[in-house]
């Protein structure tokens, strides 16, 4: 395996090698793109290594009263670590701390499970289920925002130009109430699994028990991993007892269109998502 | 931005078992093969070459990491400890004892990437009030693998060095 490497280490110094480059790609925990060499040894290509970049928009986690801010490389390990993540999104919370094993969690980063973009993206799918938005940064230093919902585009294919990087996410913190929140991983073993269905889940109620706000995201379903906003606006503004639970997993089910592969049969991933879908509010 | 100093050779300064060392290396050279082949401590382990076992098992800053998944370079400035670091060489480490007092070792081959496995995370629950369960200590070691001893000695030494009782 044969590359070159080129190590930025400020933003200005990042953004002149993404200008200057020609065929490049971005290394961050190094976890996905190593194995895609080891197995495809790339030929005239550069990684722009961003392990050494020294810039806090990149790398921290911040707060304000109305969002959270991530930069795409904190790790899944400092994710987990996170008590105001654990409190406000279990769903993050759990979705990272199900990501591969402790070695791998210590590595791997938030932008890299989004710019990989697997259909089965723990932590982007959570991502999904909680409205976060993307922030890319281009080589003329602008900040483009995205939606999670409209960054991928296909199976390992997102929005991001040439010219471009995601620098961080946002989720917004604009809502108070109740939370029920959480990620359902269905694998074939319990670690270092690929699932084989995945949804993630973020509902807040209001004090009247009103579901206000609605996120879910399913992966390992489609080609992206995908919002299921009929499903969403389904239960919103309703009471637990007003919602059709049959109805409300049916909806989520227009959303899947899964494969067949050496994980699972489509049938199968479309009766697990219902039946996840289902039991998603349990005995609430 | 760091100098090329040779096409396709970068010069790296890093700690390694406490050392201070200064080598030039392959820009695409990986951590494991850096260890193993270059400087010649075989103690850590090529397994699966894919981050699914853990036998190569290393603590960078005193957290574990897959050295077969670790781009060489990006040990610049940093503390790698390998399995030949974990002991002064004479007295072995806790974790090392707790494995053989419970008989946590049959092969051999996983061991060292258990050990250090389990020394990061002593470290890790050592920094903070939290005492893990049994299970957060299994969750923890959910990435290496084992093909002989069915796990349960090893998260008992795990759960003895970590808790500190027998």
């Known amino acids: 395996m044969n590359f070159d490497i080129t190590t930025p280490t400020t933003k200005t110094e990042l953004l002149k090698a993404i200008k200057s480059t020609k065929n490049f790609r971005f290394g961050a925990g190094y976890t996905d793109l190593l194995m895609e060499f080891k197995k495809n040894p790339p030929k005239d290509l550069t990684v722009i290594n961003l392990a050494q970049l020294n810039d806090k928009h990149f790398s921290s986690i911040t707060k304000t009263k109305t969002q959270i801010r991530i930069g795409a490389m904190v790790t899944a390990s400092e994710i987990i670590s996170d008590k105001f993540i654990h409190d406000k999104f279990p769903v993050l919370h759990h979705a990272a701390n199900n990501l591969a094993s402790t070695q791998i969690r210590n590595v791997a980063t938030i932008g890299g499970n989004l710019c990989t973009a697997s259909p089965s993206g723990d932590v982007a799918c959570a991502l999904m289920a909680l409205n976060a938005t993307c922030e890319i940064l281009s080589t003329t230093n602008k900040i483009r925002k995205v939606n999670t919902k409209d960054f991928f585009i296909g199976v390992r294919k997102t929005v991001l130009k040439k010219n471009e990087i995601l620098q961080s996410i946002t989720i917004p913190l604009n809502q108070k109430g109740k939370i029920h929140s959480g990620f359902i991983k269905i694998g074939t073993r319990l670690s270092m699994e690929c699932s084989v269905i995945s949804l993630a889940y973020h509902f807040i109620f209001d004090n009247k028990q009103k579901i206000i706000s609605a996120g879910i995201g399913i992966g390992s379903s489609a080609p992206t991993i995908r919002f299921t906003q009929t499903a969403c606006d389904y239960v919103n503004g309703k009471k637990l007892a007003e919602i059709d639970r049959d109805k409300f997993a049916k909806e989520i089910l227009t959303y899947a269109s899964p494969i067949s592969d050496i994980r699972g049969s489509a049938w199968y991933r479309k009766e697990v998502l219902y039946n996840i879908s289902k039991n998603i509010f349990g005995k609430l | ?166």
């Open chain 2, 1 to 166: 931005m760091k100098k090329k100093v040779d096409t396709n050779k970068i010069e790296i300064s890093f700690s390694l078992n406490g050392e201070k060392k200064t080598m030039l290396i392959k820009s695409s050279m990986i951590l494991l093969d850096l260890i193993r082949d270059e400087i010649g401590l075989t103690g850590t382990k090529t397994g699966c070459n894919e981050g699914e076992c853990g036998a190569c098992t290393v603590l960078i800053n005193d957290v574990a990491v897959n050295s077969c998944l670790f781009p060489a370079i990006n040990i610049q400035g940093k503390n790698v400890t390998t399995i030949e670091g974990i002991s002064d060489g004479v007295k072995l480490d806790p974790v090392q004892e707790a494995l053989i007092e419970k008989g946590g070792v049959q092969c051999g081959f996983c061991t060292s990437g258990m050990v250090m496995t389990i020394k990061g995370m002593q470290t890790k629950f050592k920094k903070g009030k939290h005492k893990p369960t049994t299970e957060e200590i299994k969750k923890g070691l959910e990435g290496n693998l084992c093909r002989c001893t069915g796990y349960v000695k090893i998260v008992e030494a795990a759960e003895k060095v970590i808790h500190g009782h027998s």
